[in-house]
């Protein structure tokens, strides 16, 4: 039913989206959102921004106030979770979009462009081979490295592997006035699962999730032990910072354009943002891939990023609306305005229009990092897992390396406790997924 508070022979798509502290984040979608009201007059897009991590539990309170939004957008690691949120009926709250488009190749005019995808970005947002939602932004991690320093230690390239990163920081530690770590990087689950997918190991069951619900994780595998380990030791040689607050990307950030550190490892969506404070400090700031563990061959890193969900039983007006937006937000146009503010490739005809025009190479970073999503070798592993509570499960890969760094805990006990309360959690989340009838789970943070 139209919005009551519409004029007559409009309609009101209540658009949701995640928020996260970085400047003007959600420009790009409020773009869009202005030249689809100028080719849509009669359809009016009513734009709510909500923190990424608040968002899930904000929708299940929408739902229980009976006024959820008809587009939501969810976090990365979040995607299950809007999977299993139940609508006012019971029911599922969002459709799979390629179940609502079906084959469509035209929504209200707007081109269906989700055959655009590229393949590492629909593999991470589909299941079972049906992409549920649509990828608006994407982001992996990066080595970003003050070149000045790194000159100065006779460090001529950037590391590849965990040894040569080793090196590099050793050289760096022994370099005369040099900073007094060589390093750092958040202690936050996200990178600590892009490492075990770089090692082409699973996380949970049933192929990551892709294959069917996720009912076993494993957090003390010998691929996350290797990482635990080399993590622990550069930080007993010195090499590695931790501030010692957890998921702290902008203390790790700060320390490196402060140049305290030679490196940080960060996400691709602050490469902008730390391209600006290298400049203001006056160093030639340079980046590269994430170093790999050279004792085993390398599948990819799973992504970063959110995606769009649109909601169940609208009426039709409303659901085309719906989709012809999701459509009109990542047309070429679009797609290469995301790719300006931050975001990695999602389309392929916008990747190779910035790589045509020669802006993929003008953009720091942006070519390495758009190389590491487009290298992944496509397996469960590296694609990702798709698994409940996972923002809670990351909270328990964070508390145990916390402990390790922190305490000196040894990382097969620690990851071994880590596991255990990371399957209670998913256990605990699956029951209520898995009840009769199901429900809404409690755990629906984001993180």
Not at 249 to 272: C, H, L
Not at 332 to 356: F, I, K, N, T
Request: charged share 20%; aromatic share 8%; proline share 7%.
């Amino acid at each position: 039913m139209p919005n009551a508070a519409d004029p007559a022979g409009s309609t009101t798509i209540d658009v949701w989206l995640t928020d996260h502290p970085i400047p003007d984040f959600n420009a790009p979608v409020k773009a869009a959102a202005e030249t689809f009201g100028r080719a849509h007059p009669g359809i009016r897009l009513r734009i709510r921004e909500i923190g990424y991590a608040d968002l899930p539990r904000a929708v299940a309170e929408a739902v229980a106030q009976g006024n959820p939004p008809d587009i939501a957008e969810y976090y990365f690691s979040a995607t299950q979770v809007a999977l299993d949120t139940r609508g006012a009926g019971g029911g599922p709250l969002f459709v799979p979009i390629q179940r609502l488009l079906g084959d469509r190749t035209k929504v209200l005019g707007e081109p269906v462009v989700v055959d655009d995808i590229l393949p590492a970005v629909r593999d991470y947002y589909s299941r079972g081979g049906e992409l549920v939602s649509m990828p608006t932004m994407v982001s992996t991690t990066l080595l970003f490295a003050n070149q000045d320093i790194l000159k100065r230690a006779g460090v001529d390239r950037l590391p590849a592997t965990w040894r040569e990163l080793a090196a590099a920081c050793a050289a760096v530690a022994a370099l005369p006035g040099g900073p007094a770590h060589a390093i750092a990087w958040p202690n936050h689950g996200w990178l600590i699962q892009m490492e075990l997918a770089a090692q082409g190991r699973l996380l949970s069951n049933r192929d990551n999730g892709r294959s069917g619900r996720s009912t076993r994780v494993t957090l003390d595998s010998p691929e996350m032990l290797a990482y635990a380990r080399w993590w622990q030791e550069l930080h007993e040689r010195g090499h590695y910072l931790y501030t010692g607050e957890p998921g702290d990307y902008f203390g790790a950030m700060e320390a490196f354009t402060n140049q305290d550190t030679a490196f940080v490892i960060t996400s691709s969506a602050t490469s902008q943002y730390l391209t600006h404070l290298a400049a203001e400090a006056g160093f030639e700031l340079v980046l590269g891939g994430v170093p790999n563990n050279e004792a085993a061959p390398y599948a990819g890193r799973s992504l970063g990023g959110q995606s769009m969900f649109v909601a169940a039983g609208l009426p039709e007006e409303k659901e085309d609306a719906a989709l012809a937006f999701t459509q009109h937000l990542l047309n070429p146009d679009h797609a290469v305005r995301r790719l300006h503010a931050g975001s990695l490739p999602v389309m392929r005809p916008a990747y190779e229009q910035v790589v045509a025009d020669g802006w993929a190479d003008r953009e720091p970073g942006f070519r390495v990092a758009a190389e590491q999503v487009l290298s992944s070798d496509r397996t469960p592993a590296a694609t990702g897992a798709l698994l409940g509570d996972l923002g809670g499960i990351n909270d328990e890969l964070t508390s145990a390396m916390h402990d390790v760094l922190v305490s000196g805990a040894d990382p097969a006990a620690r990851f071994r406790v880590a596991t255990e309360r990371a399957q209670d959690r998913l256990d605990r989340y699956n029951d209520a997924c898995l009840a009769y009838p199901p429900v809404t789970p409690e755990a629906l943070q984001a993180g």
